[in-house]
């Protein structure tokens, strides 16, 4: 018998889900442990035991998930998967292809999920025409976070174009402030990449570079230009960029240390943990150059294949309790994300939210929402990986635009 | 008291001695910087933290953080704290100890008293087994605690850790029985005694010092573990070290350090106590023991 | 070797029951140990991605591997962090035993001082190392508050000088460890030796460098041991330090290991890079366990 045959393992996790799991209760593993996070998933569990349904608690931090998916691949490989598993982007898509995930057509169709869910989030929790898991929120990455009193202080108004906003860091640069708080992390540099891609070719060049990873786009004189941004947003950051957490950033922006900070529309909770009123103390816009385009990431639950009824059932309520519009709103209020569904009412959302909502339905319409680079939307993890290995390497001043330019097309080859 | 006893035979001068003493003292506050970083930090209120000088004395002194950490702070969907997760360890690493430090003498006295042929390879190859990077052990372990049903159990967890102490207490027993004099179990066999009764009455009670040097490796290493304890265990049985890691870890959010750092002590308290305690032993063990060659 | 002069049922027994007792503990790491790593050789040589798989790709992986440019980088670090830890923790160690062997008075306050980083774990230590080496809030933070403006220690932050600071910190884990079997190795000295050398009229200096030291080889044997082992597994270490940066800077052999085999969902290549460390440290090893088990017979 060959011991790691994946069929027979697949198997093997169905039976023992079936012999193991209570009969009404989900096992969930996710990396939400912060207090807002873990306040918000509190409001899930609640609605669950409402339905008489047990939660398991499974939290694994750390590496942005990496942990958890980890712990993961050694449940699944136990034969022991999690009912629900919070995950990202093509990672569900892996799952789905080792036939790990369940089949949620049936709560889908009741609830008209295929109505209500923006097709790109669908592509990433559809596999083979069945639903998989369910999408908890959508966030989107080329946001620009900016302290308004210094700003109103050097007289800078929000920039609209790259060069207004290259004018606007001289400006702060020269009064002795820090111009970008950012944090040396691999994925963090390559969230800003995310925005200045979109910013210098727009929404075609992204989708031919990273999606369809064209090995001319990757070469092209357009991604010198990109990496030609980063080199000049490099030269905006504070010597000590290196390594610090981005909600370290954040706080300098909070803290009027630093103006300007290049982030996921997570750090919004940041500002309003710290008292901070969008529009009044913070401004939110999309990385200059790139408005109208929508780079996203969404937390989903993948749901994994039970075989017992009762399991089922409890799975199925989850996943429909997880897009009941009333969730979508309570969780991604706290979040700083934005709900997963389009029609989710606004009312609970405040001046950032509303415009990411609004912006979101916008880029959808109009086709202009991309998967996010840096956070596993656009590529495989490999692929990802690989990427990220370039653009932080040059962002630490390894080698020059054109040489990463051509790294680039190395290293998405070798992963591919 | 001979092997404790000091070196009688050098002579310092009085400049050499102040030397020595400066150095030592230097080094001592080497070693506690981090610690005392940690320790004055978790006593600390925040803002104090994030405003202020790292090293400076608190001027608000606080046990706040300390609470939290203990029974408050969250680390899962429910805050917690690290107390609920403080039993699961200590039920993980007693049976786990106390079973591979027995399986390490029993084997140590086998391949030092009744030696066979090619016992050396055997020992060769347990000893090896010390140096496998547990990253590749991760998935083939998985599938063998889901076939033995134990996957997601503390049984299962204490059968990953004893399987790879046994290469460590093995070396450890095996260098210091090899010391221990073979005539008296030779004389014992003559008059009679067996396999267990030998190791019960004549090898145990001279074992002191090197138990101690082979529970303290293995408390800690078993203590400190995370990648087996966050990957074989369920939710609620996870031991200390992932609810830590999931305390300080989290993405979002304000970091609150001083609670990290007050539940990083909690964590390591009782590593810390074994060594304070058994720490007198445990040079004299080691002398006994490994370093023998 | 156990003579069974007598064939009664006792003695025959007698002669089975050491093997037996054994016998459990070998099947253990020969299945869990020698079985996982012929198992992680075989998926070196496979296309397991998520989930080990078993599509054959030859040499594939291997060739791969050593394309990729931090490979290489994580190589060269862990030969200067091995060769620095190493040296550093055994001088260190040796140095520290030597001094406390003096008839010290406080020694058992001292002594556990110098042990106790081992107990901690390094999922929170890593954070306060990352302070006290932070320029911003830590040491070169505190000399300017101190008045000493012109004070630089940014090793941390700069791409050239980053695997020091993890040198740094491994020495300061380990070094109290290291110490504590030197000194026991000290202790186990006969006496009458030093006595005799000191009559003979030789100084301190010599006395240590001529017969002490020369006596202590075991000591240096075991702490080689443990110490490459602690080096070629170095893992939370970088994590909670530099997380393998500036850039992949602080990158190690077990970091790239870790993060092709899980998070990249390059299992294959993960595994072909284990089997290099594996070959690395029996390189190590095996000329050690022969020498040492040889000269036991």
Redesign the interface.
């Known amino acids: 018998m060959?011991y790691?045959g994946?069929k027979s393992?697949i198997a093997a996790a169905l039976m023992a889900t079936t012999s193991m799991a209570q009969a009404a209760d989900v096992e969930v593993l996710h990396w939400w442990t912060s207090g807002g996070e873990a306040a918000a998933l509190n409001v899930l569990k609640e609605d669950l035991s409402g339905q008489g349904i047990g939660w398991n608690d499974m939290p694994v931090a750390g590496?942005g998930g990496?942990s958890a998916?980890?712990v993961l691949?050694a449940r699944?490989?136990a034969g022991d998967p999690p009912t629900a598993v919070q995950m990202l982007g093509f990672d569900i898509l892996?799952?789905a292809e080792?036939g790990a995930l369940a089949d949620l057509n049936a709560v889908a169709a009741e609830e008209g999920w295929d109505a209500v869910v923006p097709a790109a989030l669908q592509a990433f929790a559809k596999h083979d025409g069945k639903w998989i898991s369910a999408p908890v929120n959508v966030h989107s990455t080329n946001w620009v976070w900016a302290n308004k009193a210094i700003l109103d202080e050097l007289g800078i108004a929000q920039p609209g174009s790259w060069d207004e906003f290259v004018a606007a860091l001289d400006a702060v640069k020269a009064s002795g402030k820090t111009a970008l708080a950012h944090g040396?992390?691999?994925w963090q540099d390559a969230t800003i990449f995310d925005g200045i891609v979109l910013s210098v070719g727009g929404v075609d060049f992204y989708r031919k570079a990273f999606i369809d990873l064209d090995s001319e786009a990757l070469g092209s004189d357009q991604m010198v230009e990109v990496f030609n941004r980063m080199a000049t947003l490099r030269g905006y950051v504070d010597?000590?960029?290196?390594?610090r957490d981005w909600n370290l950033a954040s706080a300098m922006v909070i803290n009027g240390e630093a103006a300007f900070q290049i982030m996921g529309d997570w750090a919004k909770g940041e500002f309003l943990n710290a008292g901070k009123t969008p529009g009044e103390d913070f401004l939110c816009f999309r990385v200059p150059g790139s408005a109208g385009a929508v780079s996203f990431n969404s937390d989903q639950f993948a749901m994994f294949g039970v075989s017992d009824k009762d399991a089922m059932s409890a799975q199925g309520a989850m996943a429909a309790s997880i897009m009941s519009p009333s969730f979508q709103s309570a969780f991604n209020v706290v979040k700083g994300s934005v709900p997963a569904r389009t029609d989710v009412p606004n009312d609970d959302f405040d001046a950032c939210g509303k415009q990411g909502m609004a912006e979101l339905a916008a880029a959808a319409e109009a086709d202009t929402l991309v998967g996010s680079i840096a956070h596993g939307h656009a590529n495989?993890?490999?692929v990802k990986?690989?990427i990220y290995?370039v653009v932080?390497?040059h962002?630490?001043?390894?080698y020059d635009a054109e040489t990463a330019a051509e790294e680039l097309v190395?290293a998405v080859e070798?992963?591919q | 008291m001979s092997?404790?006893?000091?070196?009688?035979?050098?002579?310092?001068g009085r400049i050499?001695?102040t030397f020595?003493?400066v150095?030592?003292l230097v080094?001592?506050l080497?070693?506690?910087?981090?610690?005392f970083?940690?320790l004055v930090n978790s006593l600390k209120p925040l803002s104090e933290i994030t405003g202020g000088?790292?090293?400076a004395l608190p001027q608000t002194w606080t046990i706040e953080a300390w609470g939290a950490a203990w029974s408050t702070a969250q680390v899962g969907v429910e805050p917690t704290g690290l107390r609920p997760y403080f039993w699961n360890s200590i039920k993980m690493v007693v049976p786990a100890v106390v079973i591979s430090t027995v399986?390490g003498a029993?084997?140590g006295y086998?391949?030092t008293k009744?030696?066979?042929r090619y016992d050396?390879i055997?020992?060769?190859?347990?000893?090896?087994?010390?140096?496998?990077?547990?990253?590749?052990?991760l998935?083939?372990?998985a599938r063998?605690l889901g076939m033995l049903g134990i996957s997601g159990t503390t049984t299962g967890l204490i059968l990953v850790h004893?399987?790879?102490g046994?290469?460590f207490s093995?070396l450890y027993f095996r260098n210091y029985y090899?010391a221990f004099p073979t005539e008296l179990v030779r004389a014992a066999?003559i008059d009679g005694a067996?396999?267990?009764q030998i190791f019960r009455r004549i090898m145990l009670p001279s074992s002191g010092p090197i138990i101690v040097v082979c529970v303290i490796w293995q408390f800690?290493n078993i203590?400190?573990d995370?990648l087996f304890g966050a990957s074989f265990a369920s939710g609620s049985g996870a031991p200390m070290?992932v609810a830590?890691?999931n305390l300080?870890q989290s993405s979002t959010g304000v970091k609150e350090?001083n609670v990290?750092?007050a539940?990083?002590i909690l964590?390591?308290l009782p590593?810390?106590l074994?060594?304070?305690v058994a720490?007198?032993f445990?040079?004299?063990?080691?002398?006994?023991?490994?370093?023998?060659? | 070797?156990?003579q069974a002069s007598d064939v009664d049922f006792k003695t025959k027994l007698?002669h089975w029951?050491?093997?037996v007792?054994?016998s459990?503990?070998?099947f253990?790491?020969?299945?869990?140990?020698?079985?996982?790593?012929l198992?992680?050789v075989y998926l070196s040589f496979t296309d397991s991605?998520?989930?080990?798989?078993?599509g054959w790709v030859g040499f594939e992986n291997y060739s791969?591997l050593w394309?990729?440019s931090?490979w290489t980088t994580s190589l060269t670090n862990l030969g200067i962090y091995a060769f620095l830890y190493i040296t550093i923790c055994t001088g260190?160690g040796l140095?520290?035993a030597i001094?406390?062997?003096?008839?010290?008075r406080g020694e058992?306050i001292?002594?556990?001082?110098?042990?106790?980083?081992?107990?901690?774990?390094f999922?929170?230590?890593g954070?306060?190392?990352?302070?006290?080496l932070?320029?911003?809030?830590?040491l070169e933070?505190?000399m300017h508050?101190w008045g000493w403006e012109s004070f630089k220690f940014?090793w941390?932050?700069n791409?050239d000088y980053a695997i020091y600071t993890v040198v740094i910190a491994a020495v300061?884990q380990t070094s109290?460890f290291v110490m504590?079997?030197?000194?026991?190795?000290?202790?186990?000295?006969d006496?009458e030796i030093?006595?005799a050398?000191?009559i003979d009229g030789a100084s301190?200096w010599n006395?240590y460098r001529r017969i002490v030291i020369p006596l202590l080889?075991?000591?240096f044997?075991?702490a080689f041991v443990i110490l490459s082992?602690l080096a070629?597994?170095s893992?939370?270490l970088v994590i909670a330090l530099?997380?393998?940066?500036?850039?992949?800077?602080t990158e190690l052999p077990?970091t790239f290991?870790?993060?092709y085999?899980?998070?990249?969902?390059?299992m294959g290549i993960?595994?072909s890079s284990?089997v290099i460390?594996?070959m690395t440290?029996?390189a190590i090893?095996?000329p050690y366990?022969y020498a040492?088990?040889k000269?036991?017979?």
């Open positions: 060959r790691f994946k393992m590496g990496e998916m980890t691949r699944v490989t892996d799952w080792e040396g992390q691999a010597d000590n960029f290196s390594g495989r993890a490999s990986n690989a290995d932080t390497a962002f630490n001043g390894e190395t070798i992963a | 092997a404790s006893a000091q070196n009688q035979a050098v002579q310092t050499t001695r020595i003493y150095f030592l080094a001592s080497f070693y506690l910087l981090p610690f970083i940690m000088n790292m090293m399986l029993l084997n086998v391949l009744w030696r066979f050396t055997l020992f060769g190859l347990m000893l090896f087994s010390c140096f496998i990077p547990f990253q590749i052990v998935i083939p372990m063998i004893v399987v790879y046994i290469g093995t090899a066999q067996g396999f267990f800690t203590w400190n995370f070290t830590l890691n300080v350090y990290h750092f539940g990083a964590a390591a590593t810390l074994v060594y304070i720490g007198r445990f040079v004299r063990g080691l002398m006994a023991g490994s370093v023998k060659g | 070797m156990a007698q029951i050491p093997k007792v054994l459990p503990s070998l253990l790491v020969l299945l869990f140990v020698y079985g996982f790593i198992f992680t991605r998520i989930l080990p798989s078993y791969k394309r990729l931090h260190l140095g520290l001094f406390l062997d003096q008839k010290i058992g001292l002594r556990p001082i110098y042990l106790y980083p081992m107990a901690l774990s999922i929170v230590t954070t306060a190392w990352k302070w006290f932070d320029p911003g809030i830590g933070h505190t508050l940014d941390i932050k791409r300061w109290g504590a079997m030197f000194l026991a190795g000290l202790r186990g000295i006496s030093m006595k050398a000191q301190n006395l080889r075991p000591a044997l075991s082992h070629i597994k893992y939370d530099t997380g393998g940066g500036p850039g992949r800077a077990a290991m870790y993060s085999t899980f998070t990249r969902n390059q993960g595994a284990a460390m594996l440290i029996a090893m095996i366990l040492e088990l000269e036991k017979k």
